[in-house]
């Protein structure tokens, strides 16, 4: 519902982050928990990504909205029916329980996923027989859906796709060289039979 509201009235999508910070808020964590959970700086948060966020939600609202209020403003429009400007759905329409907010990476075809213009590059990389496609930017970012994105293409594109989190690797393993390569090796193999 925010996302459609802040879309309706700046023209622009929520970032990853920002949702991330709504969650949280709405569950209660701080800036110092939301910091740890998101491995953020917590001056990040408070200094830039909240303050913008809560800005923005302060001028769709047309309420003063903070960190702390946020969720208190949002159930006391849900109960008088408020209607969002320059948006055509009644808040109230919309139980409170029920807000898709993603945990970590989006489908590729959520409406939460935001296009960049990098995915047709993307898919004309992979397209390449030996391509390397590196994808950096900071931690929060969308790096983990873009991938899912390439990912989709490059099965339609009739190629074998294989998804490892290397996040999720047994620390012992990434210690030493040889193990995670047979790791690798070992794992490739059996997904990809």
């Given at each position: 519902m925010i996302e459609e509201a802040?879309?309706?009235?700046?023209?622009?999508?929520?970032?990853?982050?920002q949702l991330n910070l709504l969650q949280d808020s709405w569950d209660g964590l701080n800036y110092q928990q939301i910091s740890q959970k998101h491995h953020l700086s917590v001056n990040y948060l408070r200094g830039d990504v909240g303050p913008k966020l809560w800005h923005k939600l302060s001028i769709v609202l047309k309420k003063d909205v903070t960190k702390t209020?946020?969720?208190?403003?949002?159930?006391?429009?849900?109960?008088?029916?408020?209607?969002?400007?320059?948006?055509?759905?009644?808040?109230?329409s919309i139980p409170l329980n029920d807000f898709p907010f993603p945990e970590g990476s989006v489908p590729p075809n959520s409406p939460f996923y935001q296009e960049r213009g990098i995915e047709s590059f993307c898919y004309q990389v992979i397209r390449q027989p030996g391509a390397l496609l590196q994808v950096r930017s900071p931690q929060q970012m969308g790096k983990t859906s873009?991938?899912?994105?390439?990912?989709?293409?490059?099965?339609?594109?009739?190629?074998?796709?294989?998804?490892?989190?290397?996040?999720?690797?047994?620390?012992?393993?990434?210690?030493?060289?040889?193990?995670?390569l047979q790791w690798f090796c070992f794992t490739l193999a059996k997904e990809l039979q």
């Open positions: 802040i879309f309706a009235h700046f023209g622009e999508s929520l970032k990853e982050i209020n946020f969720k208190s403003v949002l159930e006391q429009i849900h109960q008088n029916q408020f209607q969002i400007e320059s948006s055509s759905f009644s808040i109230a873009l991938l899912k994105k390439i990912l989709d293409q490059a099965k339609l594109e009739s190629y074998q796709t294989l998804y490892l989190d290397l996040w999720r690797v047994e620390p012992p393993i990434l210690v030493n060289w040889h193990h995670f």
